[in-house]
């Protein structure tokens, strides 16, 4: 499989976006990710109002408007890994009707590791590459200087997100994991680690 579409689930701070970089290097596939989208579009004014007031609270922004990035970018790309999409069943059903995936992907961690690896998140604002207060900060005194925290890594966003995660995206891995397309990785191991079992998980599709 050259170019294959893989879809990676879990809560947020389970290391998506991380892995999700491996990927697109790897396999040359396009990594398409809402919640980039939403960030670069924040204030864009929709019927539904504008992603900068559910983003800041922790809440889904409205499907008609994650459907048709998701759509967009989908229809554009050979192979992609999707990262952040769907968030609730009827985001899965939208998916199920534009595109078919080769491999589904949940990457499980405890809770409260998720709250650590959220509150301790800094990202380049530059280049987009992720990074941790404790376990991963860059070598480069410049790039350290320059990293930022999200607006909504913080505590009580935090919170809520992982609650809207355990009520509308726990179900969408559950129904995938019913159909039996669904590989559960140990997402918390090493970064390392993660990577090879998805890896093997994708050559294995
Ligand atoms: P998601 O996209 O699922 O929200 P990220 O990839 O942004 O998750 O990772 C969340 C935070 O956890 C980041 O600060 C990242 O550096 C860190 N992280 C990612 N994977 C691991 C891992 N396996 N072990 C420890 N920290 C990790
Ligand atoms: P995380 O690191 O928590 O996985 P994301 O970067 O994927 O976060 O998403 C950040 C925010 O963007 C979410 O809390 C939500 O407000 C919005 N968002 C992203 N993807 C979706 C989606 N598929 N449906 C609705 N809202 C979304």
Known sequence: MSQPKVLLLGPPGAGKG??????????????????????ANKDMETEHGTPREYMEAGELVPDPVV?????????????????????????????????????????DVGREELVRRLTGRRVDPETGEIYHTEF????????????????????????????VFEENTQPVIEHYEE???????????????????????????
């Open 179 to 205: 159909a039996g397309e669904l590989v559960r990785i140990d997402g918390e191991q090493s970064p390392e680690a993660v990577w090879t079992d998805l890896k093997a998980a994708i050559d294995d599709a």
């Open 67 to 107: 459907n048709e990035i998701v759509e967009a970018a989908v229809s554009e790309a050979d192979g992609f890994v999707l990262d952040g999409y769907p968030r609730n069943l009827s985001q899965a059903e939208y998916l199920d009707g534009i595109t078919a995936l080769d491999v589904i992907v949940s990457l």
């Open 136 to 163: 991963d900060m860059p070598d480069d005194d410049a790039v350290a200087d320059r990293l930022v925290q999200r607006d909504d890594d913080t505590e009580d966003t935090v919170r809520e997100r992982l609650r």
């Open 18 to 39: 991380t892995q999700s970089g491996n990927v697109a290097e790897t396999y040359g596939v396009e990594h398409v990710t809402t919640g980039d989208a939403l960030r």
